[in-house]
């Protein structure tokens, strides 16, 4: 046999043997999509934001680990972490706008945390204790242990000028255990298994740089993505276009399209600042033109205009890296859901 006819054989092989692994992972988890047979590259990754702690600042990567929890390098994690009140209620930046000047830092397993007019405090997370309680995002009931007193009250006083009130408290658990959210059950690509750890509604958010700069020629002041908090932004492509996306590659690692983001008066706090708009911007512009008029989803999204996507992790952990080539599916495929 020559060696080109070998070669032949073993990338044939090669390529089955991947073919099995990957539909033999999507069997354990119990669907089986028919992928797009054909991508067409959109853009590339241009930023990548992980917020370790729900609603305080971010922590920005140049490379981050893709898991079905979230973004992932190390210790750092994203949204495991969250600010709670007393009644076991999480606290956001939509109550507190001066939580996004809290700006974390992750070394090993130690979360120091700075702010204006305050000491750094440092939280070692790998001491955590292991006992849970049940917390709540959104009504819904969430696995959580609490980091302490020192902390709660180092929060408390920067976010409420009181010695309590405050707690914060980090998941314990590898995977997803929330339901789908009511209000996000009109959208029929959601799955448990995107709800990553406290955020809203999946683990991995997107925007894309030309919608941004789009809105920007709508309103007096600028706004940049983290007005909108999204994991990952990209640039090259045209503007509102990931509105039509289904399919999505980050360089080989592959996502989908769930639901569109809907958008809240968090977007008119300013990033460093930790202040709302006075005009209520860019909420108020983006009512003009962003909102759903669907009748079978307008039920769902109400008045809440939508900008950038929600996604849910649909292949292996992969790692993805500024640079990387965003890529979109265009064939018109529909999941299929395996016999149980």
């Not at 009931?141 to 405050?166: H, I, K, M, N, Y």
């Not at 955020?199 to 706004?223: C, G, K, W």
Request: glycine share 8%; charged share 25%; proline share 8%.
């Amino acid at each position: 046999m020559d060696r080109t006819r070998m070669s032949y054989i073993t990338a044939l092989a090669i390529g089955t043997t991947t073919l099995l692994v990957f539909a033999w992972w999507w069997w354990r988890r119990g669907k089986i999509y028919i992928l797009p047979s054909k991508w067409r590259k959109v853009g590339e990754l241009s930023d990548i934001f992980v917020f370790p702690v729900k609603s305080l600042g971010c922590i920005r990567e140049t490379a981050i680990e893709c898991t079905p929890l979230g973004c992932k390098s190390g210790w750092l994690r994203d949204r495991t972490l969250m600010v709670i009140d007393l009644s076991g209620k999480f606290v956001t930046g939509r109550q507190l706008p001066r939580m996004v000047q809290v700006i974390p830092n992750v070394a090993g397993s130690v979360l120091t945390l700075r702010a204006p007019g305050m000491m750094t405090i440092s939280i070692d997370l790998a001491q955590i204790g292991s006992k849970t309680f049940k917390a709540a995002v959104w009504s819904q009931s969430v696995p959580a242990c609490d980091c302490g007193e020192e902390v709660a009250r180092w929060l408390s006083r920067f976010l409420l000028q009181e010695d309590t009130g405050l707690r914060l408290v980090y998941y314990p658990l590898d995977g997803p255990y929330r339901d789908v959210r009511e209000n996000n059950r009109g959208f029929p690509l959601m799955e448990k298994s995107d709800a990553g750890a406290y955020p809203d509604a999946t683990a991995y958010t997107l925007m894309n740089e030309a919608s941004i700069n789009d809105l920007n020629t709508r309103i007096e002041d600028a706004v940049v993505p983290l007005n909108f908090r999204p994991n990952f932004v990209v640039k090259g492509a045209e503007p509102l276009e990931e509105d039509t996306w289904d399919w999505i590659k980050i360089g080989g690692v592959l996502f989908r399209n769930v639901k569109p983001c809907t958008r809240c008066i968090f977007t008119t706090v300013h990033p460093e600042l930790g202040v709302k708009h006075p005009k209520m911007e860019p909420l108020k512009t983006l009512k003009t033109y962003r909102l759903i008029e669907d009748p079978d989803l307008r039920p769902y999204t109400k008045d809440n205009p939508v900008m950038g996507v929600h996604m849910g992790l649909k292949g292996p952990n992969g790692v993805v890296r500024i640079g990387d080539p965003v890529y979109v599916g265009i064939a018109d495929a529909d999941p299929i859901t395996s016999p149980p």
